[in-house]
């Protein structure tokens, strides 16, 4: 997770006057369509947000990464990069175009690409001898919006699936009756003040 400052704007965008719940789904998808259906009813869905809680990275092992294969894709790399620079030189060369400046600009490049490639694979000292993918995502989404919308919200999305409106409103009891429970045994749990001694 980035602990890099938000832009203000970013910020306001991002955030809600007292937002509260409108449902809990296990996809993006159910999420979006939750929050489809509210705007094909009129609902005002710039008031809406969908955040993604208990994040996770999965991170996808692609194959082994040896330094032949790194010496590889560092040379493909950098021909790639001598044939664009030497296209560009080559257009704009005063005294026409010419292949040979193209060729040895590949050339100059896949060295280049090589050493690049090379110098920082031996700086990992193999502690990462694989190739990946990685994703980050969410376990759930939850669709929040204003405090000043919930009621309109929540009416629109049990038309739209009475059974899952249903379970929403258990989920939510349930949640206030863990917190009530917690509140509760936190104040049963502190510790009683004895009376100052004379």
Known sequence: MSNQPMRPGLRAALSLEYPMSLGVHDSYEEAQKAVDYLSDHEFPVQDVLIVGTDLKQLERVTGRLTQGR???????????????????????????????????????????????????????????????????????????????????GRELLAQMDPMRAA???VRRAQEEERARTAADARTTQAPQQEPPRA
């Open 167 to 169: 379970q929403e409103e």
């Open 70 to 152: 790194v010496i590889g894709a560092g040379a493909l790399s950098g021909m790639w990069l001598g044939l664009f620079v030497g296209t560009i030189l080559a257009l704009f060369d005063p005294s026409g175009f010419n292949i040979v400046s193209i060729i040895s600009t590949v050339l100059f490049g896949a060295v280049f690409g090589t050493v690049w490639a090379w110098f920082g694979y031996r700086l990992t000292r193999g502690q990462r001898d694989f190739t990946s993918v990685s994703q980050v995502v969410a376990a759930k989404y939850e669709v929040l919006c204003e405090h000043r919308h919930v009621t309109r």
